[in-house]
């Protein structure tokens, strides 16, 4: 996870949270290293690492986007009253990410190693 400062660093500069990003780390840290073995020798973009929504994902700044997109459609809610319940939404994410941002972010942080 040498990389992992410099991937949170692009992360924020793109306006992504670094709390939702430092909750999927540990998810990284333990399929990176399956995910580096397992394409050690066909290290290709368009590899899935067996996760079927990152197929579509061939670019850090794609995978990004993707990223982008997952954080505001799960926490993109209103309630009875028409309030948005946003900041609910986030620290609820930032306590539990939801499996396949882990892996947008695990194969974004792939292709950006």
Sequence with gaps: MDKWD???FLCF???IDQE???ACK???ANDYHIANNWSKDTHIVSADLGYSECSDICSV????KEIKEIILMSTL?????GRSKQKILKKRLIKNPSKGLKR???KTYWLFR
């Design 26 to 28: 540990q998810f990284v």
């Design 104 to 106: 947008v972010v695990l």
């Design 77 to 81: 809610d209103y309630d009875a009253r």
């Design 61 to 64: 700044e794609n995978g990004l």
């Design 13 to 15: 500069s793109q306006d």
């Design 6 to 8: 410099d991937f949170k």
């Design 20 to 22: 939702i990003i430092e």
